[in-house]
C-alpha cells in the first residue's frame, strides 16, 4: 500500500491518498489441478478452459475410438495434476472394427481461455479466430511461465503456445506472442516475456487470451501422423503435457 500526501506551493493536502495498486492476477485453473464436468464419455476436462472435445467426441459411441478426447486432466503432472492434450484421430459413427476403423478427421488437442469447439466444418484447422478468445482481465504481468513436456508423433512436430493480451477498446497491448514447443521427455518450464507491456505509460489489460495445441503446423493433422492404439481404441498423434501455468509481475 503506498500512502501520498501532496505539497503544493508550500501548501499540504489535509489526508493522505491511498491509491490502489493493480492485482497480481492469476489465470484460471492455472495449476491444472481441477477437472471439468467431464467430456462426452467422462474423462475429465480441465476446469475454466475450453477445448475441442465436444466436436471430436458428439459422433461415437462408447465402444469405439471417438470417445476419446483431445484435451483431459492427467494425474503425474509437474506437480500434482496436469493437462493432456492429444492430437486426435476421429470418425463420424463409424464403430470400431481393428484394422477396418476409419479416421475420418485429425485435430489437434486444445486447451484454451475461451470457448468449446463444436462445429465439425472447422475440423482440422489449428485457428481459433472463430471461437470466443480471451477473459476479462485487468493487470500487467511482464511475463507468463508454464511446465510442459512434448511427446511428437513426428519428430519434426512441435507444440504451440500463444498469449495476448488487449485493452478496454480490444487493441492488443502487447504484441502476439507465439511459441513452438520442442520435444521433452521430462516437464521443462518455458518463459514467454511480454515485450514493453509492464511500462507505466501502457493501457491497462481488459482482456487475455492463451492458446496451447498438440502441434504447431496443420501438415501434421493427417490420418499418417496418427497411429491406432488398440488398448485405448484411438489414434493418437502427438501429445503435449501442460501444468503450473503463472503469471510473473
Known sequence: TYTVKVNI????????????????LQLPNADMEEGGDGSQYNEKTV?????????????????????HSG??????????????????GWGSGNTWAGSLSICYNVDPGL???GADRTDTSKAGSIDTDDLNCGIAFASR???????????????ADKGFVEIWIKDANDNIIS??????????????????????FGKP??????????????????????????SRDDTEKTHIGSQLWIDDIQLNY
Open 9 to 24: 506551493d508550500g501548501q499540504t493536502c489535509g489526508r493522505f491518498v491511498l491509491p490502489a495498486t493493480e492485482a497480481a
Open 47 to 67: 476446469a475454466g478452459w475450453g477445448t475441442s472435445n465436444k466436436m471430436t467426441t458428439k459422433s461415437g459411441t462408447n465402444n469405439n475410438y471417438t470417445k
Open 71 to 88: 484435451t483431459r486432466i492427467e494425474g503425474n503432472g509437474h506437480s500434482g495434476n496436469c493437462a493432456w492434450l492429444g492430437t486426435v
Open 111 to 113: 486447451l484454451h481461455l
Open 141 to 155: 504481468p511482464s511475463s507468463m511461465s508454464f511446465w510442459y513436456k512434448y511427446s511428437p508423433r513426428n519428430s
Open 175 to 196: 504484441p502476439v506472442k507465439q511459441a513452438s514447443l520442442d520435444a521433452s521427455s521430462d516437464f521443462s518450464q518455458y518463459t514467454i516475456t511480454f515485450d514493453g
Open 201 to 226: 505509460d501502457v493501457a491497462k489489460g481488459a482482456k487475455i487470451y492463451v492458446r496451447f495445441q498438440s502441434t504447431h503446423n496443420s501438415g501434421y493433422l493427417k490420418k499418417d501422423e496418427t
